[in-house]
């Protein structure tokens, strides 16, 4: 079992509609959630952490958590064209051991 | 800040051949992460380093990976000799200790190629 999951996706929605990124990690000890943004050909870049059960709201994104599930999701509303990139959720436990997902592809279309 | 800083950006170098890829963490950062992506595979990580201390290297593929930290601003992943099968990006990336728990920056990564 991967430590992280995450549909592949291709994710399509129209422009202006919410997309909704979804994540699930193994190890009930882990204790801090990422969410990068990864454009074609560039670095992924950290755009939500959350560390407590719950919703985060940064923005047009909102990071949400449910530990007893082993559930990370990402709402990002109001889509734009501009969000069009891989969304890769990361999961870290105790002593920097760090796991990506394989991540979801978004394309926002017009 | 510059960010993290990795070079070279690309290399395109010949099976059999020594490889050496750099990196520079943002100043003050103590922990230093490699990482490797492929299309089949995804991000990886290989090795990282904790106040220039290599801390886990279970993802280090076999020996002809290596990777040193001789100071808290710079750091090399080595493969030595390198085969096709290695071509992918590499990335480093570094975090604080003292900012939130696991928040890593990502450096422009290197492009590696082998013939």
């Known amino acids: 079992q991967k430590e992280v999951e995450q549909n592949s996706g291709p994710l399509s929605v129209p422009e202006g509609a919410i997309a909704s990124l979804n994540c699930t990690y193994s190890d009930r000890g882990s204790q801090s959630f990422f969410w990068y943004r990864q454009y074609s050909g560039k670095s992924p870049e950290l755009i939500m952490s959350i560390y407590s059960n719950g919703d985060k709201e940064d923005g047009r994104f909102t990071a949400q958590l449910n530990k007893a599930s082993q559930y990370v999701s990402l709402l990002i509303r109001d889509s734009q064209p501009s969000d069009s990139a891989t969304y890769l959720c990361a999961v870290s436990r105790a002593g920097n051991q760090f796991y990506f997902g394989t991540g979801t592809s978004l394309t926002v279309i017009p | 800040d510059a960010g993290v800083i990795q070079s070279p950006r690309h290399e395109v170098t010949e099976m059999g051949q020594e490889v050496t890829l750099r990196c520079k963490p943002i100043?003050?950062?103590?922990?230093l992460f490699w990482y490797r992506q492929t299309m089949m595979r995804g991000l990886e990580l290989l090795i990282y380093?904790?106040?220039?201390?290599?801390?886990?290297d279970s993802g280090m593929p076999e020996d002809r990976f290596s990777a040193k930290m001789p100071n808290a601003s710079f750091s090399t992943l080595k493969i030595q000799p390198s085969e096709p099968r290695d071509s992918a990006v590499y990335f480093c990336?570094?975090?604080?200790?003292?900012?939130?728990?696991?928040?890593?920056?990502f450096g422009p990564g290197t492009r590696l190629t082998v013939l």
């Open positions: 380093f904790n106040n220039n201390v290599p801390i886990d």
């Open positions: 990336a570094s975090s604080s200790s003292g900012g939130p728990q696991g928040e890593q920056f």
């Open positions: 100043s003050g950062h103590n922990s």
